[in-house]
């Protein structure tokens, strides 16, 4: 064999060597399943189209409860969440989720140019534990809603049987008295000014303290647990959709378990309509299921506090000076 032959044979078997190692490395290497994170987990659990995921990433013992609750409730209850996707779909809402970086969901309406964010704050994994903490932003406009107030959860999830399970959930609301937005209500309620009084009399001045600020943040944190506590209310009873009950979103503690007129998603003072100074309403549901609603939260009287919040299925909170409901839902103003 020549030179020029035995060269050529040897580029053909290099060549041919490369790539069944190419091919059957790229076999084996994709054959080895890697591992699925607690964050990939979270989000398959309550954004998967597949019947059974939400019911996967639950504990052992707490779908065992499940099923010795009937299965009446415990398919209501699986299935609920796993129609929140198809929920926000049907309401012209473009969903995004990402399995790496600071944003979790993302959720865009191009109609009213709204857009709800969930942010991963915290993500602690500790063995065979993570910690994943979630805030919740919206803005509209690219303006950011803000008030002093925020609303986080966290979830805790473990690993059984190779699998990532949801093991806990912590909820937590506050209000941070640095943020520019209360000082900026609070120089503003320090500050004397008109209040409501009789006909006629416009003389009657009062000079608000840092209480009606902080009723006001308070106001804006409940406005936002409304709001998540309906998603989840329409995601869990899909045949019902919204509701506009107050009581229908309460039921802490009743011991009788999760139904469509308990569902324990609010504490029981909010489910009231009454807290902090503030008085609150759900109206405008319409369509069965029920595709909007609105929120409403007024002062109770001057002292109290001198804004109305109000907001919707779209979770932009907006607000009035004047403290009328009809004011805000009709014309008020996106915070900043």
């Not at 378990?257 to 100074?277: C, F, W, Y």
């Amino acid at each position: 064999m020549t030179g020029k032959k035995k060269f050529i044979v040897v580029v053909l078997n290099s060549l041919i060597f490369l790539a069944f190692t190419g091919l059957f490395g790229g076999i084996f290497a994709n054959g080895q399943a890697v591992p699925q994170t607690a964050r990939q987990a979270l989000l398959e659990m309550f954004f998967s189209k597949t019947p059974g995921t939400f019911e996967k990433h639950l504990p052992q013992a707490t779908r065992t409860a499940l099923r010795k609750a009937g299965s009446t409730s415990s398919t209501s209850f699986l299935t609920g969440f796993s129609a929140m996707t198809s929920q926000l779909t049907t309401h012209g809402q473009q969903l995004q989720t990402f399995e790496a970086g600071p944003t979790l969901v993302q959720i865009e309406d191009p109609q009213t140019h709204n857009k709800f964010e969930i942010t991963m704050e915290r993500d602690d994994l500790l063995g065979d534990e993570d910690d994943l903490e979630l805030s919740f932003h919206g803005s509209k406009d690219g303006e950011t809603q803000t008030a002093g107030a925020k609303f986080g959860l966290t979830f805790t999830m473990k690993q059984e049987a190779s699998i990532w399970r949801l093991s806990a959930i912590s909820a937590t609301v506050g209000v941070s008295l640095t943020d520019p937005e209360f000082l900026k209500a609070l120089d503003t309620k320090l500050r004397p000014g008109i209040s409501a009084a009789p006909a006629g009399d416009t003389t009657t001045l009062i000079a608000p303290n840092a209480m009606t600020a902080a009723n006001e943040s308070a106001a804006v944190g409940a406005v936002r647990a409304f709001n998540t506590a309906e998603i989840s209310y329409a995601a869990t009873f899909p045949g019902h959709g919204f509701t506009c009950t107050l009581s229908d979103l309460g039921g802490m503690g009743s011991g009788s378990g999760v139904t469509e007129h308990q569902a324990m998603l609010i504490d029981p003072r909010l489910a009231s309509g009454r807290k902090n100074g503030y008085v609150f309403a759900l109206t405008g549901c319409d369509g069965t299921p029920a595709s909007r609603y609105s929120i409403t939260a007024v002062p109770a009287d001057p002292t109290s506090g001198i804004r109305a919040f109000c907001s919707d299925e779209s979770a932009v909170i907006r607000f009035s000076i004047d403290g009328k409901a009809n004011s805000c839902l009709n014309m008020g103003k996106p915070l900043q």
